[in-house]
C-alpha cells in the first residue's frame, strides 16, 4: 500500500496495488421491466367466498395513476387492501467475464439497484487524479472533457494506474462482454490529471476543481488527501459545493498508525463526503482512517478493475472505497434527475448498512453503502418548522401535504429531543427540554416504510439577556473600568445618559473599558453588557470611590497673637495642626472649603503643620506655616 507522505502542499495517491490478473467467464443480463401492470384487490373473508377467490387483478383506467386507483379502492369496506401488481424479471448479472470476481457488486446489492438504473448517460463524475487509459476497451465512449492541468491541454491524459482504476470501478462498461462492470456502467467520467509523478500540488487540485464546476460536473471524486489544512483548497471545494456538485472524497491510509493519525483533507472539510473502507466482512480494513469527520464506508478492499493497456487487477484503500460511493451517488441521481446535492448525499447515509456502535461512529459513520436500498427509498418533502429561542419548549411545524402517516423526529448532534406519531395530521407540536442558545436542532419526518426527508436544522435563538456584570471599584483616580461580564458581550459604562466608554468582554469574560476622563468620588455609574443576539443585561451600578487625597491645604498668615488659623482646603474635610508632632487643634471645613482652627498662642519660630483629611480618611501634605511676631 502507497501511504501519504506528510508534507504541506503535495497530495499524494491513497492505494494499495496489489495484483493484476486478466478474466474470461461468460453470464447474460435482463433488459429492465416496469414496474407494475395494474392493481393486486385483497377483498375481505366472507363466509360465502372461498380464500382463492378474495384476490383480483384490476387495470388502471385510462387517465388514472395506480396511486389513485389504490386509493379509491382501499376506501371500500370489502377491500382489505390494495396494492401494484409489480413485474418481475430475471436476476441475471452482466455477461463481463470478470464480473463474478467483484464482490463488492454483491456487497452493494448494485444488481438490485440496476433494475431501478443503471446511470444516465447525462450523469457526469469528475475524477481528480492521475489521468486514465481513455481507449481501455471498458472506458471507451465514456469520456467528456478530460483535461491535464499540468501541461494545461483537453483530452490527452497520462494512462495514470489509479485513475483508470477507480473510472473502472465507477462506470466500467457492463454487458460488453470483456472485463468487469462499474457501479454505475452508463454515466459519463471527467478525467482531470493532477499529478506530476507521484505528487499534486493545491494549486494543480484548485484548478481542476474550477474546471470541474465550469464543465457541468455532477459529482467530483477525489481519491488522494494530505495532513495539512488550506484555506485556498478550502474554498474551491466550498464553491463546488455552493454549485450543487457533490464531492466524495477518502478518508486515508493511515488508521493502522493509531493515535497518530491526523486528519486528512479534502475529506475532512465540511460539504465533502469523507469514505471510509470495508473488507467483504463489512469489517473497517485496519489501514483505514478513523475520525469523527468520517460519514460513510464502502468495499475498499482487493477490488478489480480496470487498469493501462487494457489490463484488470486489484488494489485496496480507502482511494477504491470512495468511487464506490460516487458510483451509488450517481445511481441515486440517474433515477431520480430531480433531486438536489443535499437530497443524495443524505439518501447515501439514510440507506447505509449501520455497522459498528448504533448510529454514526467514527469508524463506519452513517453506515456502509447500500445501493440496493438507496434506489429503492424515495425523498419525502420536508416539514415546515418554527424556529424557537432557549426560553421556548415547544417545537411546531407543519407536515406536508402527502404525508400520512409516521413520526416527526426532533434530534440535535448528541440526543433525541422528541418523536412525534403522525397519522394523517398536518401541525404537530413536541415539548423539549430548554435548549442553549446557539444549539442545533434538526427535524425529520419518517413515513411507516423508513423513508425520510431531509432534516431541517435551525440554531436556538438567543433571547435571555446576560447577567448582570460584575465590577471591580472604580477610583476617582483611574480611566480605567474593569470587571467580568458574559464573554463575547459588549459592556458599556454610562453617567446618566452619557456613554463614557465601551469594550468587548474576552472569552472568559474579563473586560476592561477606557473611560472617557476621571469621575468624580461620589458619582454613579452605570455598566451593562449586551450579547451578541442584541440582548442587554439590567445594569449595575458603581458609585466612584474617594482614592484621591486632597489637595495641600492653603493657610492664612499665622502670628504671635494668633488663635484662630484660617485658609481653604477641600470641601468638608477635617483639618488638624501640629507643632512637633502634637497635635494643637482641629475642625471642619465647609461646604465651600474654608477652616477656622482654635490654636493656643505660639512663640514666634515655630513651625505649624496643617493637613486636611477628607472622608475617605485620606490624608493631604502638610503645609508648613512659621509663626512670626
Do not use: C
Not at 131 to 138: A, Y
Not at 420 to 449: E, H, L, P, Y
Amino acid at each position: 500500500m502507497y501511504k501519504p507522505i506528510q508534507a504541506i502542499l503535495p497530495v499524494v495517491l491513497l492505494l494499495m496495488l496489489l495484483l493484476l490478473l486478466p478474466y474470461q467467464r461468460d453470464f447474460a443480463f435482463a433488459e429492465e421491466a416496469p414496474q407494475s401492470d395494474g392493481v393486486i384487490v385483497k377483498y375481505k373473508a366472507t363466509d360465502d367466498e372461498p380464500i382463492n377467490e378474495l384476490i383480483e387483478k384490476v387495470e388502471v383506467p385510462k387517465g388514472q395513476t395506480t396511486d389513485k386507483l389504490i386509493e379509491k379502492l382501499e376506501k371500500r369496506k370489502n377491500v382489505e387492501y390494495a396494492e401494484p401488481n409489480y413485474l418481475f424479471k430475471k436476476m441475471e448479472i452482466p455477461n463481463d467475464p470478470a464480473y463474478i470476481d467483484q464482490w463488492h457488486h454483491e456487497n452493494l446489492g448494485t444488481e438490485a439497484a440496476w433494475t431501478k438504473s443503471m446511470g444516465a448517460n447525462g450523469m457526469i463524475v469528475a475524477i481528480i487524479d492521475d489521468g486514465i487509459d481513455r481507449k481501455h476497451e471498458d472506458l471507451t465512449g465514456k469520456i467528456v472533457n478530460a483535461y491535464d492541468t499540468i501541461r494545461k491541454r483537453k483530452n490527452i491524459l497520462p494512462e495514470g494506474q489509479h485513475g483508470t482504476h477507480i473510472a473502472g470501478i465507477i462506470a466500467g462498461s457492463a454487458n460488453n462482454g470483456i472485463g468487469g462492470a462499474g457501479v454505475a456502467p452508463n454515466v459519463k467520467l471527467m478525467p482531470i490529471n493532477v499529478f506530476e509523478g507521484k505528487y499534486a500540488d493545491t494549486a494543480n487540485i484548485i484548478e481542476a476543481i474550477h474546471y470541474a464546476i465550469q464543465h457541468k460536473a455532477n459529482i467530483i471524486n477525489m481519491s488522494l488527501g494530505v495532513n495539512a489544512y488550506s484555506e485556498a483548497f478550502n474554498k474551491a471545494v466550498q464553491e463546488a459545493s455552493k454549485k450543487g456538485i457533490l464531492i466524495v472524497a477518502a478518508a486515508g491510509n493511515e488508521g493502522d498508525m493509531g493515535k497518530n493519525v491526523q486528519r486528512v483533507y479534502p475529506a475532512a472539510y465540511s460539504n465533502v463526503i469523507s469514505v471510509a473502507s470495508t473488507d467483504k466482512s463489512d469489517k473497517r480494513t485496519s489501514y483505514s482512517n478513523y475520525d469523527s469527520t468520517v460519514d460513510i464506508a464502502a468495499p475498499g478492499d482487493k477490488i478489480l478493475s480496470t487498469l493501462p493497456h487494457g489490463r484488470y487487477g486489484w488494489m485496496s484503500g480507502t482511494s477504491m472505497a470512495t468511487p464506490m460511493v460516487a458510483g451509488v451517488a450517481a445511481l441515486i441521481w440517474s433515477n431520480e434527475p430531480k433531486l438536489n446535492k443535499t437530497e443524495v448525499e443524505y439518501r447515501l447515509y439514510d440507506s447505509a448498512k449501520d455497522l459498528g456502535t448504533k448510529g454514526k461512529d467514527i469508524y463506519y459513520g452513517n453506515g456502509k453503502v447500500n445501493a440496493k436500498k438507496a434506489l429503492e427509498m424515495k425523498t419525502l418533502a420536508r416539514p415546515v418548522v418554527q424556529t424557537i429561542s432557549d426560553k421556548d419548549i415547544k417545537v411546531t411545524g407543519n407536515i406536508p401535504a402527502d404525508f400520512k402517516t409516521g413520526t416527526v423526529s426532533i434530534y440535535t448532534d448528541k440526543k433525541q429531543l422528541a418523536t412525534v406519531k403522525i397519522n394523517g395530521q398536518k401541525t404537530f407540536a413536541a415539548t423539549i427540554a430548554k435548549q442553549t442558545a446557539g444549539t442545533a436542532i434538526s427535524t425529520r419526518i419518517i413515513d411507516n416504510s423508513g423513508n425520510k426527508s431531509v432534516p431541517v436544522t435551525f440554531k436556538v435563538e438567543d433571547k435571555t439577556a446576560p447577567s448582570k456584570p460584575s465590577v471591580n471599584t472604580v477610583g476617582d483616580n483611574t480611566v480605567k473600568v474593569t470587571g467580568k461580564a458574559e464573554a463575547g458581550s459588549s459592556v458599556t459604562v454610562k453617567n446618566r445618559s452619557t456613554v463614557l466608554g465601551k469594550a468587548n468582554a474576552n472569552g472568559a469574560g474579563n473586560f476592561t473599558i477606557t473611560i472617557s476622563k476621571k469621575q468624580k468620588a461620589g458619582i454613579v455609574l452605570s455598566i451593562t453588557a449586551t450579547d451578541k443576539a442584541g440582548n442587554t443585561s439590567q445594569f449595575k451600578t458603581v458609585t466612584v470611590a474617594d482614592k484621591t487625597a486632597p489637595s495641600k491645604p492653603t493657610v492664612d498668615k499665622v502670628t504671635t497673637k494668633t488663635t484662630i488659623v484660617t485658609g481653604k482646603a477641600e470641601a468638608n474635610s477635617t483639618m488638624s495642626i501640629k507643632v512637633s508632632g502634637k497635635e494643637i487643634g482641629s475642625a471642619t471645613a465647609t461646604n465651600k472649603g474654608t477652616f477656622a482652627v482654635r490654636i493656643p498662642k505660639q512663640k514666634a519660630g515655630k513651625n505649624l503643620y496643617v493637613t486636611a483629611k477628607d472622608k475617605a480618611k485620606h490624608v493631604s501634605e502638610a503645609r508648613k506655616v512659621t509663626v512670626t511676631k
